[in-house]
């Protein structure tokens, strides 16, 4: 059975969200659960929950915890015995196969690179998002936060850690992959996008070119490469949209009485479709390149984003992805196609 | 009366959007308009409208057009007698005050620069956009694709443009300006925004630092600036989250007898809130920092755009924002504040 570690200090409605989303995971997947925190305060929190006792659930302490407002590199350098750090250690020592944290998202990436180590041949591990599309299948965005400035050969690596990505955890037998740009054509873009499409087009996957931002959403590619700034920024407009349409949609339909009858009468459909919208279905962002698995699940998260993020840190886990990865890198670093173009 | 030059071959609905949307304008506004394009297919058009004749309409001949393919170099090299270039033409001659057109942008941009000119000290002209917030007061967003590889010295310009035209016409006595990042403390962002912070800080504005993707939509900054590719990516998936959404919600709202029910009776609330993310109503974009006035609208416009363009348009060019941002400028670049950090 798989072990999961869950930095249960993290999120900024931890410890509870995280015990929860333990608790579902334990009863409903086949996988192990380690709470990591301080001892005392999981314990209280896990005996709320009936029967748990009896569930494959474990607690190892840690003393300290980072917060939203350490920087990574002070949260590496004092915090020793922080959640973050002793989840990941778990991994390191092979006690978990993977970890999950809903917590500072920079000390989250610092640490488990640092800890847990990166896979033979990547340059820079990268987050990678799951978005929805019209098309009904999920887009993996690549990088959404790990790296802000980045070189044209790192977006190549993105390309293929976001290919295998999207070849094993969606089961997707050719993924598109595309560049993140502001126009199809190949000259449109800005520096970096226009030196990586050279490179890009060596790789040995389906390389389609440049997309633009609105194809995140219409699913014109399955796999869409960027710079962590960028990414980030389109995966905060789009939160940002969304809270706004709801707030919005809300307002107009409480304008008036026979529309309150409407919104009463359309309730299902909109919990359907938030439910759609919403992120935590997606189980958290991955952070490819890392050795063992670390999923970084949003700050918000709730106990059913934790459990998705565990479920998918035990599919991840449960795959050879990092196996790909590295094999992936190396063969594509021996190739001549890549030999012209460096 | 201000006179607006309109290309009308310009857009995917062009002429018939353009020739609806000038008599829209030219019947509820104070606004004279000239359609710029094929003098046959204008008058056919133009005459469809019962009563245009009487209309402060006229129409000027363009024996040529640019199309979507057309590169922005070529365009303004090869294409002299195009519509956008007459168009532009026009308002540098001082026929016309400003021009509209929802043709390919990056050969309007630079068919306006060349044509109109730049205003004095101005380095390059940004494309702004204006956003719904959650506050319900628009937000500017500047650049949104006009340079996509900027300087810190160029965000700083935008945000003095972007400051003046929320000041003007937004009617914002202290618009708050933010510079778009990944995290609101001054050390999260990349190579550009990092190196920018000093110098908008130098700005004689009220500059309030880091925003996040998100804050486009919260209300929490009334101007925010970054360089033309992250905004014009930001613009784009937020395009492409509205199609998915609605898209979702009809799917949703369509599933079963009850909800068809109540989706007829809250229907009105739908057409309100379509209105309220329709990017149409917001009246294009101006490309602020040339000379004269142009207003670029999305290639999908219909006449409910253009018209609003046209408002936009004559609203700016009855305004001083060109002469604010030519003051503003140079008194910025005379300071001591900047002196100190150059």
């Given at each position: 059975?798989?072990t999961?570690?869950v930095?249960?200090?993290?999120?900024?409605?931890?410890?509870?969200?995280?015990?929860e989303?333990?608790?579902?995971a334990a009863?409903?997947?086949?996988?192990?659960?380690?709470?990591?925190?301080r001892?005392?305060?999981?314990?209280?929190?896990?005996?709320?929950?009936?029967?748990?006792?009896?569930?494959?659930?474990?607690?190892?302490?840690?003393?300290?915890?980072?917060?939203m407002?350490?920087?990574a590199?002070?949260?590496?350098r004092t915090?020793?015995?922080?959640?973050?750090?002793?989840?990941?250690?778990?991994?390191?020592?092979?006690?978990?196969?993977?970890?999950?944290s809903?917590?500072?998202?920079?000390?989250?990436?610092?640490?488990?690179?640092?800890?847990?180590?990166?896979?033979?041949?990547?340059?820079?591990?990268?987050?990678?998002s799951?978005?929805?599309?019209?098309?009904?299948?999920?887009?993996?965005?690549?990088?959404?936060g790990?790296?802000?400035?980045?070189?044209?050969?790192?977006?190549a690596?993105?390309?293929?850690?976001?290919?295998?990505?999207a070849?094993?955890?969606?089961?997707?037998?050719?993924?598109?992959?595309g560049?993140?740009?502001?126009?199809?054509?190949?000259?449109?873009?800005n520096?970096?996008?226009?030196?990586?499409?050279?490179?890009?087009?060596t790789?040995?996957l389906?390389?389609?070119?440049n997309?633009?931002?609105?194809?995140?959403?219409?699913?014109?590619a399955?796999?869409?490469?960027?710079?962590?700034?960028?990414?980030?920024?389109?995966l905060?407009?789009?939160?940002?949209?969304?809270?706004?349409?709801?707030?919005?949609l809300?307002?107009?339909?409480?304008?008036?009485?026979?529309?309150?009858?409407?919104?009463v009468?359309s309730?299902?459909?909109?919990?359907?479709?938030?439910?759609?919208?919403?992120y935590?279905?997606?189980?958290?962002?991955?952070?490819?390149?890392?050795?063992?698995?670390?999923?970084?699940?949003?700050?918000?998260?709730n106990a059913?984003?934790?459990?998705?993020?565990?479920?998918?840190?035990?599919?991840?886990?449960?795959?050879?992805?990092?196996?790909?990865?590295?094999?992936?890198?190396?063969?594509?670093?021996?190739?001549?196609?890549?030999?012209?173009v460096l």
């Amino acid at each position: 059975m798989l072990t999961i570690a869950v930095d249960a200090m993290g999120g900024d409605n931890a410890p509870r969200a995280e015990v929860e989303g333990a608790v579902r995971a334990a009863r409903t997947l086949d996988t192990q659960v380690i709470l990591v925190g301080r001892k005392e305060i999981l314990e209280k929190e896990l005996a709320q929950h009936e029967g748990s006792d009896s569930l494959p659930i474990r607690i190892e302490h840690a003393s300290e915890q980072v917060t939203m407002e350490d920087s990574a590199a002070r949260a590496v350098r004092t915090k020793r015995d922080s959640s973050i750090r002793v989840a990941s250690r778990l991994v390191r020592d092979g006690i978990a196969q993977g970890v999950v944290s809903a917590g500072n998202t920079g000390a989250i990436m610092a640490t488990a690179k640092m800890v847990q180590g990166v896979v033979p041949g990547v340059d820079r591990p990268a987050l990678a998002s799951a978005f929805p599309t019209m098309k009904g299948t999920p887009v993996v965005v690549i990088d959404v936060g790990a790296n802000v400035d980045c070189t044209p050969r790192m977006l190549a690596q993105f390309a293929v850690m976001g290919d295998i990505y999207a070849r094993v955890i969606f089961r997707n037998p050719n993924p598109r992959v595309g560049l993140l740009s502001i126009g199809e054509e190949e000259h449109k873009g800005n520096e970096l996008t226009r030196s990586a499409t050279p490179l890009l087009k060596t790789l040995p996957l389906n390389f389609i070119g440049n997309v633009e931002g609105r194809d995140i959403y219409t699913g014109a590619a399955d796999v869409i490469v960027c710079d962590g700034f960028i990414g980030n920024v389109a995966l905060k407009v789009s939160e940002g949209l969304v809270e706004i349409i709801k707030f919005m949609l809300k307002e107009s339909l409480e304008a008036t009485i026979t529309r309150k009858i409407g919104y009463v009468l359309s309730k299902a459909a909109f919990t359907d479709f938030k439910k759609r919208v919403d992120y935590s279905e997606y189980g958290g962002a991955p952070l490819l390149g890392v050795k063992g698995v670390a999923i970084i699940c949003h700050g918000r998260s709730n106990a059913n984003a934790i459990k998705n993020a565990i479920r998918v840190a035990a599919e991840f886990a449960g795959s050879n992805v990092n196996r790909r990865i590295e094999n992936g890198l190396k063969e594509w670093s021996a190739s001549k196609a890549v030999a012209k173009v460096l």
